[in-house]
């Protein structure tokens, strides 16, 4: 009687058809290789200007020299967070830079909404894309001729300032020298700046919006302003959930660029913001690197908090999240 071999399944190693994760990626990066290719400078540039920089963060613990470079420099710890909390700038700076991005979200972010909306409602198409292309141009218009503009339209003779005149028994006001129009007049640019550009990616959401739906709504007695409640703002409302997150993680930040443009010493109290201020101190008051590299820092950190919670928060009670 021939004996049984006994084999021992598990000292034998399983044979799997199953491809390694090695096998998976580059079979990944063949298949969709001509659309990795096009996001390849895309993917260099942040390496080179946005992770590589990183490095330099620890100069915000370190007294810096720069005859002793970055990794020579004594360390201080957190010793200039503290300077900064302790500083007569710190609440002013915090207040003033809430309140802009603030004033920016509340009034800024549904413009572009609201505005998108009209021009869907448009049927004429030639009118719809000239109204779209004169809102489109001053998104392209520099800064600093933006800025000049601002400033001839809101001096004592501009334009803006003698219409406000008429309309205030002949006083003239100086919009540019008194703090406390500086918060409007920024919001309000910014909302004429940036309003049509704002505009293109809730038209791109509008027009994945199947027809059907509307000729469903329409079927049921709906009108326009109920078909823009009900089939409209639920169609991109994802869209428009997932870039609030993303400006509830830049509410902290306030770009140095308009303000120093259009700040003076008698605005300081609301319009200095922590940018503004790290500009100063990091380039024009003492080049105070390291001090100036903390504040960097502490804001970014209050804005990725503020991104984590904004995104908690939606898949909490909406289900739309960014991870």
Not at 78 to 102: A, C, G, M, P, V
Not at 261 to 279: G, H, K, Q, R, W
């Amino acid at each position: 009687m021939p004996m049984k071999t006994v084999i021992n399944k598990a000292a034998v190693p399983a044979i799997s058809g199953k491809p390694s994760v090695i096998q998976k990626i580059g079979k990944e990066l063949f298949r969709n290789r001509y659309l990795y290719i096009m996001a390849l400078p895309v993917i260099i540039y942040y390496i080179l200007f946005c992770y590589t920089p990183m490095y330099g963060i620890i100069i915000a613990f370190k007294r810096y020299e720069i005859a002793k470079g970055i990794l020579q420099s004594p360390w201080v710890g957190f010793q200039h967070f503290q300077d900064f909390y302790k500083s007569i700038y710190f609440w002013r700076l915090i207040e003033n830079t809430f309140l802009i991005s603030f004033y920016d979200l509340l009034w800024g972010f549904p413009a572009p909404i609201i505005f998108a909306l009209l021009l869907n409602e448009i049927k004429n198409s030639a009118f719809k894309r000239t109204v779209q292309t004169i809102t489109y141009l001053p998104y392209f218009i520099s800064l600093v001729v933006i800025c000049g503009m601002i400033t001839d339209f809101f001096s004592n003779n501009g334009v803006i300032t003698r219409l406000t005149a008429m309309f205030n028994g002949g006083r003239v006001i100086n919009f540019l020298a008194e703090p406390q129009y500086f918060r409007s007049l920024y919001v309000g640019t910014n909302i004429w700046q940036n309003v049509g550009w704002g505009t293109i990616i809730y038209l791109a959401a509008l027009s994945a919006i199947p027809q059907e739906q509307y000729e469903a709504a329409r079927i049921d007695g709906a009108g326009r302003f109920k078909q823009t409640i009900h089939v409209t703002l639920p169609g991109i409302m994802s869209t428009i959930i997932i870039l609030l997150i993303l400006r509830a993680g830049q509410i902290m930040s306030v770009g140095f660029e308009k303000i120093i443009l259009l700040y003076n010493p008698a605005t300081y109290e609301t319009s200095d913001v922590i940018s503004s201020f790290v500009y100063r101190r990091g380039l024009g008051e003492g080049f105070q690197y390291s001090y100036s590299a903390a504040i960097g820092l502490f804001q970014s950190v209050i804005n990725f908090v503020l991104l984590l919670a904004a995104n908690y928060l939606s898949k909490k009670y909406s289900d739309i999240k960014l991870l």
